[in-house]
């Protein structure tokens, strides 16, 4: 078991000498956008889509990916903002979906009546003849 220090990670390249100090020059990639905590989506989920309470789900999801990205785990953040962006969507389609499906139903009923009105104002607009009543 190695326990030399410094210990050189796969990233590390070839120490250099330079002036008879030993440098390492480590090979990073671009750096990647920070996590997205959706704290206002989810305030706004709270405040106007709380049924069955998945905006404040989202709410404190959100809060926990803040607080860990200020910690410094962006692991945990990107978990957390991930959880707080499915709990929004969750509770927009909650949301949004069964007034739509109503206002679907209304239109199609009144459309079946109507027509069950233009149908039953013709059967009753018939002229029938004179013999028909002997």
């Known amino acids: 078991m190695d326990t030399s220090y410094p210990r050189e990670?796969?990233?590390?390249?070839?120490?250099?000498?330079?002036?008879?100090?030993?440098?390492?020059?480590?090979?990073?990639?671009?750096?990647?956008?920070?996590p997205r905590?959706?704290?206002?989506?989810?305030?706004?989920?709270?405040?106007?889509?709380?049924?069955?309470?998945?905006?404040?789900?989202?709410?404190?999801?959100?809060?926990k990916a803040r607080d860990q990205k200020v910690a410094g785990d962006l692991e945990a953040a990107r978990r957390y903002g991930s959880r707080a962006k499915c709990y929004n969507i969750l509770a927009a389609m909650w949301t949004l979906v069964p007034p739509l499906l109503l206002l679907g139903l209304v239109v199609t009923g009144a459309l079946h009546?109507?027509?069950?009105?233009?149908?039953?104002?013709?059967?009753?607009?018939?002229?029938?003849?004179?013999?028909?009543?002997?």
């Open 113 to 134: 009546l109507s027509r069950l009105a233009k149908d039953s104002a013709a059967f009753f607009s018939t002229k029938f003849e004179d013999t028909d009543y002997d």
């Open 9 to 34: 990670g796969p990233r590390a390249s070839t120490p250099r000498q330079v002036d008879g100090a030993a440098h390492t020059a480590l090979v990073l990639g671009p750096p990647s956008p920070p």
């Open 37 to 63: 905590d959706h704290l206002i989506w989810s305030a706004f989920s709270t405040l106007y889509l709380n049924l069955c309470c998945l905006g404040f789900l989202a709410l404190v999801h959100s809060i």
